[in-house]
Structure formats: structure tokens, C-alpha cells
């Protein structure tokens, strides 16, 4: 990604998306590397990598969940549809679960309202969903659940 | 992307008019252009599919010279996505799907033919749309910024510059100099569309002001609220319109540099953007000498990663720098000292896009859109509770309700609207009292909201505003960046207040000092985050405060959204609080005696509910979100009628406490309350005017509906427990009572005094009162209405007057009502029974005048139609002048109202409309030991409202003689919960039997009723919402 770079300092915000691309998550070894490389005490690099929800500090799962919970979603009933995946899932927003399959993360609007409440696993998009259509969708990925 | 590459750079603004006319003179005479919306949102509703399905059967068929699939940006009417038009003739088809694609080409493409399930069905008409531009979605909108969407491939620049693209940028850089811009900008009036609406052009001039030779423009694209989404589709859909105008407006402020900010939530727009970039670049018009003006320009991105404080600009700034997204102290405002403090303009995308309509069209064109203060169009997400959720544009100072329902087409399943949300977790709610605000900047603001980017989140009465105050301030406070001690620490207080109260855990106090928190974090915070951060919270508790203190006094939630407080939706709704899943899960195990003791745990009239409730359940029934309610009324009347008897094992009454209490009136709120106390041991006498029971159960009900022999059977039950019923015996005066030894008196005498319609001839004996005609004939005294009857009123005991004529052989029935049908008070099933049954019904009408000509009856109406609104939210109808006409009649009955008819003797003090005020949680008149419920207290209501008031005064009246209160009975046996499998997959409700309509001639029941099968069947699509995790 390219930013209008006039300030010698590097940017932090860039080297930490590259990472995350890279390995799906911030690994520690990752994060000393740059605060090394870079010239800035550790707890800078960790400053920003906490401060932005893009980045993840653990590792993903084999699929990856996202329950919208914006405000359109919300009013047709998604903290429902998030409380049945945690109980399916048996794990948290920002978890994996123990078998390394499926990991949880909540956004906040995904601008597909028309279709809400809406679930994605995997870049694929679940419209109007109901914490009775949880379970079919997640055996869908993968039968591990 | 098609570059002409012995074009690429443009050297000249004459270079850049031949290459346009060259573009439209190339375009292949295509038989016809598939226009593919290919936004986000349909592609998540599968648009990829329905172009590939295009591509396979255009390449199969060998047609590519004949059609063009064009894959665009976001058409707007997402509701209806995927969205296919079919150019020249615009035809309009929605909801597709691959498996329609070789057909549309077959047939729509190759032959002119229209496929009629993909056309879009105006639900208000019911008639089919053909067109694009007739779609009433779109009518009402005036699309000057959305609408190319539609037209251009948003990666093709050669599409834009053919529909007039990059036309006003020679203007602006070769015929205006710098300030000439500026000053045409700010003419036009346009203000930020980002939220705070500052006027652009001083913001630009302020600018090209400050002192600096290397400036900056940004493009902020970081669209954070939830459920906006307008900028994204911008993006994506037309992204040089959003180069175009950052070109022009670093030209105006002596910037060479232009950075879009955008989240990295949405690459769509980010591919697009960078693809748009590089051909602006290969065409020269982004570089150095555009367009040999002198002046250069480029443009970077830069990708937000998920920080909703992003939004703000010092904000986005500290992050387009590399590091944490943290707002900075202003003044020196960004215009001074911005990105690498040097001097920046930052403005919102959709502000960017007007850049070039105001330098083609001129100021002046566009400050005759809009109003005074606030110019120009806005586009809008509709979304939430709304029929037609999609992007809206409209001229500033349009009203909200025509945005939600002229052009959103209202709410679904017909609900009631209940507030929208404007300007995001920095906005507050519009309640329905101001549906007709105009939208504009300052009047969203004095009303406790701002504008905001755009977002509109329609709310219906399913949602609680308590829950939505603490969801904005739970996103809030995880956004809030930490800095300010204020925000940081006030918002996790307000969210931490808010979710006790959510869980049934506030306190007194909690309002005000949730109010107190919101204005110091205002006043305190540093960035507009924090100084909106109060909004939500403030507003909902200025127009919902009633529902923040059910929540804290009553642990209620009305929306029944608030899982700590309700057990599920339909047992939430009822005013009894019946166990509705319980009993819906006996049912479909074979056990309705059980059912039955379930139902008579909160409720003596399990059968007289069956037959006739109001059903605030069925309302409410989360399955009704999917297909269609739940028929719990039905299911309820199926237990009842299999009844075992079984309840009456676990009932018992308490030894007798040797109190007497006297019941004035045997309607349901009388016999319920006699009922309960008789339980408690209380010595009850039942005291009836009539020479029957029942009160309107048997006197207002037909028995066509409520079969006398099930009334009876259950008036009997009442009377097993011990309560002694006298009929024909009027009570005047409670001193009498209370001398007679009484300790305690109930009136539940009800309110059948008819209202007048205050016209004239209304007192001609042929003009019935309709509480008094169904009376006599329940009575069954002998009435003949003659041939042509005329009942005015809109409620169930208008429809239930209507079909009781027809009973008697009345020939026609007609009934007038002078508001619409949707605002019909009547039950939508028994309006459908009545048309069934032959009866005509006129809506926006009203009787100004009766005479008698020839023995009959003369009535002249008015035709009605829609003016302003009152308190209530609803439009009050004004008679349309000249519009007058007369019918004749031989009798006319009067369903529109009735009052209650308190004795003076009572010595009770009453309300406006003579109804007995009471303490709402005691059921206690100003006179002690008296208390009442029912009609009398309300008008009137129903069944289940005056058994709900009857258990209220039961619990207090037990109290008042010295009792617990505890009126509640254990009569189903103890159970597991066994859950059964909810049945996926989108099922209606399974109709029941009814008589057909033309055997409906007697008094016979109507509504036949389920067999066995049949209610386990409905039982099986209840979702168990009692099972959700809590």
C-alpha cells in the first residue's frame, strides 16, 4: 500500500497490514522484528497493532466467521444470531476454537443491510439469518464443529 | 480497461472533446447493453453468479457482438438485488437469479419479450413495473450524484467521459482562475457531507489562505457509521467523479497532492479507486500539466484498518502518518497545519462527487435544490425496518416520511414505525411525532440528532430504545481512542448503567444520572467523537422515557427484545404474561389437557381466548419475521377444546378468610377478579345488572364467534370455585355495599355508552346504537334492519354489527369508515371474513347529515383524505370540499366508540371520558377499598386486557384484605424441557377450516378450528425462542 511518504520515519500502520496479509495474524516474533528494525521500542509497534481492529494477535482458524452486528442487523435481531454461534461454536468473538477449525470475529456493517442480519465464513455471504439457521450454515464449512 | 493509446497523455481540453465524441461515435450499435449491478451488496445476494451465467450464455450462443454485459456499480434499490437492466428500453428486473439468464436472453433480449416474475409489483398498487424510471423507489428521487451509477462500467474511464465525465475539470483549471472556483463553491451553498455540514467553500478558501507552499487535499472515505453505506457504492460505482472533483478542488486551494483515505473494509472500492487512478494517469489527466493548465496533481491511497475514530479527521490524519489513530487539539485546524502540518482540506466523498455537477451546472443550479441553509441532495441508507433498504437520494428538505414511505414503502408486515436513527452512534433517534421534519442540517440538530454521513436505521415497535442506547454506547466506547479521560471512562459508565438496566438491574436515578454523564462528556471530550458521544442516549431518553422506566420500575421490556426480562416475545406481549411456548410445546407433544392447566395458570377464559383474543402475541411472534406469525390463538382454542379436566387436580382454594368482596358486573374483567380472591378464600358475590353473564363476552361477541355453550361452560367453571353470581341486580351506590357488610368492592362494569356522531338526524330512531344492537340480538330480541344497512366505525364491533345485519337477511351491508384501511382498529382476519361474507366496505368517508325522505333513510358523506398529523403520529383526515354525496338506507348503526357510564353514586372520581382512574399497577380508585378494571378503566379494549386488570385487582385486593397477593396456581404437572428440533426452511401458517361464505347465513361458528394433525403441524414451525441462550 502506498502512502506519500515525506517524513523519514517509517510507517508503522503499513509494515503491520503487510504482516497480517502475510501470516493471517501478528505473530510476536513478527512484531519484535519490526520494533528492531525499525528502531522503536516494542511497546510503539504493539501500541499500534492493539489500536486497530484489522489486525489480529492470534492466529485465525481453518474458516473464519464474521457476525455483522451493525445497527440495520441489529435491529432485525443479530446479537441472537451471534449468541447461537457462541454456543455452537463454543468459543468468543476474537477466539479460535480449540481444534484450530473456526475462529469468531464481529464487524460493525458489512453495507449489505437489504440481506441482514448477515453472516460471512470465508468471503461467502449468509443472508437473513436466524440463530435457528446457525448450525446448518456453520456444518456447511466444515463438519468439525 | 480501454485505454486509447494514441490519445494517452491528453495533451489539450480539445484533445479531451475529440476523444468524447469519439467515444460515443465508436459505440457499437448493440442490439441491447445488460446493465449487472455489481455493488457489494448484490454481489453478497449473488450477482457474480448471474454474470457468469450472462457470460456462458452469451459466449454459448455466440451473441458477444449483439449484447454487452456491463457490471456497474451499486443501483441503489438493494432490496431488490440482484438488479438486472436491459438497455434501450431500461426494462427493470429484480431478484435475479443464473438459473433466469438463458430465458432473459431468449426472450427479453433476442425478442422484446417481458418476463413477468422478474418485474418489481408496486405492493401499494399491486401492478407490475416495466421500467427503471418508473420504479417508485426511484421516482421519488432526484439521482444526481447516484444516478451514473447505472450507466458506466466504473473501471472504464472511456464510460465516464462519454455520459459528460472530466468536462468540468478543463473548465475549472482553463477558464477559472483559482478563486473563481472557490467563490463558485461557495455560492452553491454546498456544505460538508460528511456530518458536520461546513460550508466547503470556506473550508476551502480558509485553506488556500494559510500560509505554506506544499498543501494537501484528502478525500476521507473512512465510512464507519454501522448501516451507511453511501460512500462505499460511490466508490465503487463512480470513482472518478470523486477524482474529478479532488482534481478541481487542489487546483482551487494550490494543492498538488490528494491522498483517498478509505477503510480497508471494503476492497471493492479500494480495486476500483486504484484502477481509476492509473488511467487518469494514462490519459494525462492526473500528473503534471493536466490538460497543459500549469497545474499538477496527484493521487495516493491509504487504507484505513478498522478504527471507527478514524472518521475524524485529525484522526485520520495521525493515521494516514503511521501511527495510532488518536484525534489532536484543534485550533490549529487542519486547513493550517494537517497531514506533515502542512496546510490540508479534508472532505467527505460525496462531497468531492459535487465538485464537478456545481462547476458544469453552475451555483446557481444548485442552490435552487434543497432549502435555504441546507443546498443540493443527499444520498441516504435506508435500512432496518423497511420494505425497499437501498441508497436514496433526495433534495435536502425532504421530509422522513416521504423517505420512509414513499420512497422506503413503509415497514414490513405492517408494523408500527417507531423512531430512525440519523447521523449514526453520533446521532439521535426522530420519534413518529416529527415523521413530516424536513431533513436538513439544522432541523435534525434542534431535534436532538444530527445529519450525520447518511445513515438512516428504520425502527419499528419491536425494537427497545433502551437496548439500542446501549448498543450505540457499548460501539462507542469501544471506539473511543482512550485519550480523554471523559469519553473513555464516560462512555464505559453510561454502557455499564445502560446494561443493568437492560437486565432488569437499574435503579432510581439512573436516568438523570445517565443524562448527567452524556452532557459532561460532551462538554468535556476533545474530538467530535466524544462530543457526540451522548446523543443516542440523550435522545432515546427524551422521547422514550416511558420505556426506560418500565425497564427500571417494572422490569418490563414492551419490545420484548431484552433477553434478562423477557422469556420470549408472544409470552412478553400477552397482558396476562400466558407461558405461550410452554403451552405450544404440550400441544405438539398430544398433551392439550396439560396445555389447557398451563393456560389456566395465568388465565380463567382458556376456551373465550381461543375463540376471540386479540392475539398481542401473535403480533409479536419472531416467526412472523420469516414467513408468517404463529396461529397461537388457534392453537390455544384446539387445547381448550380437547380439554381433559385435568388442570383441576392441582386447584385448590385457600380456607376462608371470612372477607366479603363484591363484584360489580360479570364480564371477563369481573369474573377473573372473582375468580382469583375465591381462590384466596375470599367470600365473592358477582353482581350483574343484566339478566345474563358474561358482559360483552356474550352481549357484544356474536355467537357466531363465540359459541354460547363455550362462554357458558367456563362461566360455570367460575362459578364451581364458589362465586356466588347474582344477575339483575344493578348497583347505584357503593355506600350500600360497604353497609351490607362488603369489605371490598370491584367494578368491572364496562363502557357501552355510545359515542354520537354529533350530526344532524342522528337521533332518528332508525340510527341504532351499535353496543345496543348487538345486545338485543344476542339478547334475541327480534330485530329486521330492512334490506340496506350502513354501519360507520372501522373496529371489530363495526364489523361484528356488519355481519350480525347480514345474519338477519339484511340484503347489502356497507360499512363507512373515515380513515384508511391500514388504519383500520378491526382484527385484519375478521375485515377478511366480513368482504367474504358480502359485506362492501368505503374508506375515507364520514356522515355529515341524515334525513328521512320516503320511509327511509337519507345519508350524506364527505370523501376524506390524509392532512397533518397529530400526537398520536397518525395523519388526521379533512374532508375534501365538494366532494359531498348521499346513499339511502333503512337503518344505520353507529360502531365508533363508546364510554363508560359511571354512577354518580360511586362517589368515584373519573377521567375525561368518564372512565374510572385507577393506579396502574393497583387497580385502586380514589376511594378506599374500592378498586376497577376492564372497559371501565380504559374504554374500550379487550378480553385479555380486562383479565389482565382483573388479576392487577385480584393480587392488590387480596393484599387490602389482609393477604399475600400471591394469586398463582401450579396446575400443569412439572416437566423437563424437552426441546424439539426447530424446522428450518420458510413454511406459512397452515390455514384452518372455515365455514365457506355462503353458508355463513346463520349464527353458526364461522372459524371451524384445527383437527389433531393439523396443530401439531403449526406447532412445529414455533421457533422455541424460550431456548435462547440468556
Known sequence: MEVSDKKKEVNLLSLLREVQEEYGYLPEEKLREIATGVGRPLIDVYSVATFYKSFSLTPRGRHHVKVCLGTACHVRGSNRVLDATKDKLGIQPGETSENGEFSLETVMCLGCCAIGPVMVIDNKYYGQMSPAKVETVLKRQSEKL | ?1030
Open chain 2, 1 to 1030: 480497461m480501454t485505454i486509447y493509446s494514441d490519445v494517452k497523455p491528453i495533451q489539450t481540453a480539445i484533445d479531451l472533446e475529440n476523444l468524447r465524441r469519439r467515444i460515443s461515435e465508436e459505440k457499437l450499435p448493440q442490439l441491447s447493453c445488460i446493465s449487472l449491478c455489481a455493488g457489494t451488496g448484490c454481489r453478497a445476494a449473488g450477482s457474480e453468479e448471474v454474470r457468469d451465467a450472462f457470460i456462458k450464455e452469451i459466449e454459448g450462443k455466440g451473441l458477444k457482438v449483439k449484447l454487452q454485459v456491463k457490471e456497474t456499480g451499486c443501483h441503489g434499490f438493494c432490496e431488490r438485488g440482484p438488479i438486472v437492466v436491459i438497455h434501450p428500453r431500461k426494462i427493470f428486473y429484480q431478484k435475479v437469479g443464473p438459473e433466469d439468464i438463458p430465458e432473459i436472453i431468449s426472450e427479453t433480449l433476442l425478442k422484446g419479450k417481458i418476463i413477468e416474475r422478474l418485474l418489481y409489483v408496486d405492493p401499494l398498487t399491486n401492478q407490475q413495473i416495466l421500467y427503471e424510471p418508473d420504479v417508485p423507489f426511484y421516482k421519488k428521487q432526484k439521482r444526481i450524484i447516484l444516478g451514473a451509477n447505472g450507466e458506466i462500467v466504473p473501471t472504464e474511464i472511456n464510460d465516464y467521459i462519454a455520459i459528460n465525465g472530466y468536462s468540468a475539470l478543463p473548465k475549472a483549471l482553463l477558464k477559472m482562475s483559482p478563486e473563481e472556483v472557490i467563490d463558485e463553491i461557495k455560492m452553491s451553498g454546498l456544505r460538508g457531507r460528511g456530518g458536520a455540514g461546513f460550508a466547503t467553500g470556506s473550508k476551502w478558501e480558509l485553506c488556500r489562505k494559510a500560509q505554506g507552499d506544499i498543501k494537501y487535499v484528502i478525500c476521507n472515505a473512512d465510512e464507519g457509521d454501522p448501516g451507511a453505506y453511501m460512500n462505499r457504492s460511490l466508490l465503487e460505482g463512480n470513482p472518478h467523479s470523486v477524482i474529478e472533483g479532488m482534481i478541481i478542488g487542489g487546483y482551487a486551494i494550490g494543492a498538488s497532492e490528494g491522498i483517498i483515505y478509505v477503510r480497508d473494509e471494503y476492497p471493492l472500492a479500494v480495486k476500483h479507486c486504484k484502477l481509476a487512478i492509473e488511467s487518469a494517469k494514462d490519459y494525462g489527466l492526473l500528473g503534471n500539466n493536466i490538460l497543459d493548465s500549469g497545474s499538477n496533481f496527484d493521487i495516493t491511497i491509504s487504507m484505513g484498518a478498522g478504527a471507527f475514530v478514524c472518521g475524524e479527521e485529525t484522526a485520520l490524519i495521525a493515521s494516514i502518518e503511521g501511527g495510532r489513530g488518536t484525534p489532536r487539539q484543534r485550533p490549529p485546524f487542519p486547513a493550517q497545519r494537517g497531514l506533515w502540518n502542512r496546510p490540508t482540506n479534508i472532505n467527505n466523498v460525496e462531497t468531492w462527487a459535487n465538485v464537478p455537477l456545481i462547476i458544469n451546472k453552475g451555483a446557481k443550479w444548485f442552490s435552487e435544490i434543497g432549502t435555504a441553509k441546507s443546498k443540493g441532495t443527499k444520498v441516504f441508507s435506508l435500512v432496518g425496518k423497511i420494505n425497499s433498504t437501498g441508497l436514496v437520494e433526495v433534495p435536502l428538505g425532504t421530509t422522513l416520511r416521504e423517505i420512509i414511505y414513499d420512497i422506503g414503502g413503509g415497514i414490513p408486515g405492517n408494523r408500527q414505525f417507531k423512531a430512525v436513527q440519523t447521523g449514526g452512534p453520533s446521532g439521535g433517534c426522530i420519534p413518529a411525532a416529527l415523521l413530516d421534519l424536513p431533513i436538513e442540517y439544522e432541523s435534525l440538530k434542534k431535534a436532538g440528532s444530527i445529519m450525520g454521513s447518511g445513515g438512516m436505521i428504520v425502527m419499528d415497535e419491536n425494537t427497545c430504545m433502551v437496548d439500542i442506547a446501549r448498543y450505540y454506547t457499548a460501539f462507542l466506547n469501544d471506539e473511543s481512542c482512550g485519550k480523554c479521560f471523559s469519553c473513555r471512562k464516560g462512555t464505559q459508565r453510561m454502557q455499564e448503567i445502560l446494561t443493568d438496566i437492560t437486565q432488569g438491574k437499574g435503579k432510581e436515578g439512573d436516568i438523570e444520572l445517565l443524562e448527567e454523564l452524556a452532557s459532561t462528556i460532551r462538554d468535556v471530550s476533545l474530538c467530535g467523537l466524544g462530543q457526540t458521544a451522548g446523543n443516542p442516549v440523550l435522545a432515546t431518553i427524551r422521547y422514550f422515557r416511558e420505556e426506560y422506566e418500565e425497564h427500571i420500575r417494572k422490569h418490563h421490556c414492551r419490545a420484548g427484545v431484552c433477553k434478562a426480562l423477557v422469556k420470549s416475545p408472544c409470552q412478553n406481549a400477552c397482558p396476562a404474561g400466558i407461558d405461550v411456548p410452554r403451552y405450544i410445546r404440550l400441544i405438539n407433544e398430544g398433551k392439550p389437557g396439560e396445555a389447557v392447566a398451563v393456560i389456566r395458570e395465568k388465565v380463567p377464559f382458556p376456551a373465550v381466548l381461543g375463540y376471540v383474543c386479540l392475539h398481542f402475541c401473535e403480533r409479536k411472534c419472531r416467526r412472523g419475521e420469516v414467513d408468517e406469525a404463529l396461529a397461537i390463538k388457534m392453537l390455544k382454542r384446539f387445547a381448550a377444546d380437547h380439554d381433559d379436566g385435568s388442570w383441576k387436580k392441582n386447584a385448590r382454594n385457600l380456607p376462608p378468610t371470612g372477607k366479603k368482596v363484591a363484584v360489580i358486573g360479570s364480564g371477563p374483567a369481573g369474573l377473573t377478579t372473582a375468580y382469583y380472591l375465591a381462590r384466596r378464600g375470599h367470600y365473592v358475590t358477582v353482581l350483574e345488572a343484566e339478566r345474563v353473564t358474561g358482559g360483552m363476552m356474550r352481549l357484544g361477541i356474536p355467537a357466531f364467534r363465540l359459541p354460547r355453550q363455550i362462554l357458558d361452560s367456563e362461566i360455570d367453571e367460575i362459578k364451581a370455585v364458589g362465586v356466588d353470581i347474582k344477575v339483575n341486580s344493578r348497583v347505584e351506590s357503593l355506600d350500600d355495599l360497604f353497609n351490607h357488610g362488603y369489605d371490598a368492592v370491584f367494578a368491572g362494569i364496562g363502557a357501552y355508552l355510545s359515542r354520537n356522531m354529533e350530526i344532524e338526524g342522528e337521533d332518528d330512531a332508525a340510527v341504532l346504537n351499535g353496543i345496543d344492537f348487538l345486545r338485543d340480538v344476542n339478547m334475541g330480541v327480534k330485530i329486521n334492519p330492512g334490506n340496506k344497512v350502513l354501519v360507520v366505525g372501522g373496529g371489530n364491533a363495526a364489523i361484528d354489527s356488519a355481519r350480525t345485519a347480514l345474519r338477519l337477511g339484511v340484503a347489502e351491508v356497507a360499512i363507512a369508515y373515515r380513515r384508511t384501511y391500514a388504519a383500520m382498529p378491526a382484527s385484519p382476519e375478521e375485515v377478511k371474513e366480513a368482504v367474504e361474507e358480502g359485506v362492501k366496505l368505503d374508506f375515507l368517508v364520514t356522515p355529515v347529515k341524515i334525513s328521512r325522505v320516503n320511509g327511509r333513510l337519507k345519508v350524506e358523506f364527505v370523501r376524506m383524505e390524509l392532512g397533518n398529523m397529530d400526537d398520536s403520529g397518525r395523519r388526521q383526515p379533512v374532508p375534501i370540499k365538494g366532494s359531498e354525496f348521499s346513499g339511502e338506507y333503512d337503518t344505520v348503526i353507529k360502531n365508533i366508540g363508546d364510554r363508560p357510564a359511571v354512577p354518580g353514586g360511586y362517589g368515584l372520581s373519573l377521567g375525561k371520558s368518564g372512565e374510572i382512574t385507577v393506579d396502574p399497577d393497583t387497580m385502586a380508585t380514589s376511594r378506599k377499598g374500592v378498586y376497577a378494571g376492564g372497559d371501565v378503566i380504559s374504554g374500550p379494549a379487550s378480553v385479555i386486557e380486562a383479565i389482565a386488570a382483573g388479576r392487577k385487582a385480584a393480587v392488590s385486593i387480596d393484599r387490602y384484605l389482609g393477604g399475600t397477593g400471591n394469586i398463582d396456581e401450579k396446575l400443569a404437572p412439572a416437566e423437563e424441557l424437552t426441546p424439539f428440533a426447530v424446522e428450518e426452511g420458510e413454511r406459512c401458517r397452515l390455514p384452518f377450516s372455515m365455514l365457506p361464505p355462503d353458508k355463513r347465513k346463520s349464527f353458526d361458528l364461522v372459524e371451524i378450528g384445527y383437527d389433531r394433525n393439523q396443530a401439531v403441524n403449526e406447532c412445529k414451525r414455533c421457533l422455541r425462542c424460550d431456548l435462547e441462550s440468556h
